[in-house]
Each structure stands twice: as C-alpha cells, then as structure tokens.
C-alpha cells in the first residue's frame, strides 16, 4: 500500500506539473492572440505573431502530455471530467485548431490577412475561455453515481465557470502583454505596457472574485482556508500573492522589461497552488480522491518510467528553444 500511494501522489504533481507548463508556456501566446484586435495592423500585429512564432507549438505538448497522463494515470477522472465538460473540451480543441491554421495562413494567404486575424483572435479566446471554464465546472463540482457521470449536458454553464473563464483570459491576456513587453520595442513596446496595466488589474479582481466565490460553493472549501490547522498552511498563498501583484504594478510603472513576465507567471503559480489547497486530494472535487481514480500500479510503474526518460527530453529542447530565440524581434521577425 506504501508503493501504491507514493506513486499516485507522484502521479498527481507529474499532472499538476504538465499542466502548470502548458499555463505558463501556452498561455501567453494565447493572450497575444486575444489581445490581437487591438494591435495595430501591419507592423505591430507582425512583431507581436514573431514574437511567439518560434515556440508557440512547441508549448502544446504539455497539453497532450497532461490530458494523456490523466487517461493513463487516473482513468476513472478521466472518464467522469470529460463527459462532463465534453462541449468545453470541443470547443477548446477547435479553438486551438483555428488558432494554429490561422498562424499559418496570415503569412501566406495575405489576400484574406483579416479574416485570418480574426480566426487567430477568435480561436486563442474560444480556447482561453474554454479551459477556464473547464476548471469552473471541476471545481463547482461533477455529479457522479456508480462510478460515472451522471448529470447532464448543460451542467457546466453556471455564473461561476463563466466567472474562472473570464479570469483564465484575463491572466492569459497579462501573460500575452508582459510577453510582448520584454520581447518588442519602440511603439509596439509602449503598447503592451498599457495593456499590460489594464490586464493585470483585470486578473487581480478576476481572481479576488473567483477566490472569494469559492468559499461560499463548499463548506469544505471554505474549511481549508478559514479554519485552523489549515489556514495556517493555506495563508502563505494569498500574502504572497498580494506582494507580488504590488510588485508586478510597480515594475509596469518604472518600465521593467523581463519583470513583469515572471512575477506574472508567479500569480499563475500561486494561483494552482491556491487550486491545490482548495481541491486536495480529490481528482473530481468531493466525489473522487487520487486513489480513487487511480490505475494499477503495475500501470503506474511502467508510465513512470517512459515520464522519466521523455520529460527530460521535452524540457532540455524546449529550454534550448527560448535560449535560441531569446531576445527581442521586430516585424521582419529578427531576434
């Protein structure tokens, strides 16, 4: 039973660690394509494609590895999230598709540049808004009997996923415009600043209303973060939070350039980390525990060990990706 449960807790951060890559990597490209409309067309809207145009499918690999992880390691959530969310995931997969033939169409159908413009926007939020949602409808909480889903189609769509989806593109849009600010120049640069602004004061709020929310969906949310032992284990989060969200609007206010990318991906940071205090360790919310939904260890054993030889792989020529293109671009897409 020691091996069992030492390795389905493995299970849960190698899943809760793909996922929290593809935020942090796939999530500021996303939030260059929402914010797109606002860019102004032809140079800026260029320098802005360029500037993720090197890794930007390199980052959804941790997609796949996260959603296959999860069929692999926990195939009992697996089959209860996606019923579930099953209109969320579709739409997040055709926003993601469109996304990615517009990125390459607008190069070489200029002829139908703005409707491939829109297609890119409209894709990035679909899918933004799409997996925020997913999260809402997890955390407000899946039907499940007999070891299946048992509500129906619509149950997702409620006041408070389209709240966590709000949210999801408001972070996605901050992490977009603070991408752009360390990576463009001149006007492009002045730009993202200000829509760097108006974004993180948007996820601030976003996430204050979404956090204060929870505590009134479960009374065993609302135990973990206001009730002794474990609100002194849970307080760190949103103190720390607090700090660098006073940090990232001084670093935008003195016209840092690198700053406010990283303390950005440190509110996501925190932000999964407020999600792992609220949700453990349950898989599906009061429903399912990890151990629950665990597959065999047999299983388990023989994933970890390709996880252990393919993961290294995948960050050292991901890591090697953004070191090459490091940099800033213009809109001939030069670093």
């Given at each position: ?71 692999a390691a926990f195939p009992l959530a697996y089959a209860v999230v996606l019923p579930a969310t099953y209109p969320l995931i579709i739409a997040m997969l055709l926003g993601l598709v469109f996304r990615g033939v517009a990125f390459e169409f607008r190069w070489r159908d200029p002829r139908h540049r703005r409707f491939w413009d829109f297609a890119f926007c409209g894709g990035s939020f679909v899918a933004a808004l799409s997996q925020g949602m997913v999260l809402g409808a997890l955390l407000q909480g899946i039907t499940v009997a007999d070891r299946a889903y048992a509500g129906s189609w ?182």
């Open positions: 039973m020691t091996a069992n449960f030492d390795l389905t807790v493995i299970w849960a951060f190698i899943i809760a660690f793909a996922v929290m890559m593809y935020v942090v990597m796939d999530g500021f490209d996303l939030g260059i394509g929402i914010l797109f409309p606002s860019f102004q067309v032809g140079e800026e809207r260029d320098a802005a494609m360029n500037a993720i145009a090197p890794v930007w499918d390199g980052n959804e690999t941790w997609l796949v590895l996260g959603g296959g992880g999860l069929l619509f149950d997702w769509l409620t006041p408070y996923t389209l709240l966590t989806g709000l949210g999801t593109v408001a972070g996605y849009a901050l992490l977009g415009s603070c991408w752009l600010v360390w990576k463009t120049q001149g006007r492009g640069q002045d730009h993202a600043y200000r829509l760097a602004r108006y974004a993180a004061f948007a996820t601030l709020a976003l996430m204050a209303a979404v956090s204060l929310y929870n505590l009134g969906l479960h009374p065993d949310y609302r135990a973990r973060w206001l009730s002794m032992p474990a609100l002194a284990f849970a307080a760190p989060v949103p103190i720390v939070t607090g700090i660098l969200a006073w940090q990232l609007i001084r670093a935008l206010a003195k016209r840092r350039e690198a700053t406010p990318f990283w303390l950005s991906l440190g509110l996501f940071l925190l932000g999964m980390a407020g999600l792992g205090v609220t949700i453990w360790p349950y898989v599906v919310p009061n429903a399912l525990t990890i151990w629950d939904a665990a597959a065999p260890e047999r299983s388990q054993v023989f994933m970890l060990v390709g996880v252990a030889i393919i993961m290294p792989v995948i960050l050292a020529y991901t890591g090697w990706a953004y070191w090459v293109f490091r940099g800033k671009v213009d809109a001939d897409g030069y670093h």
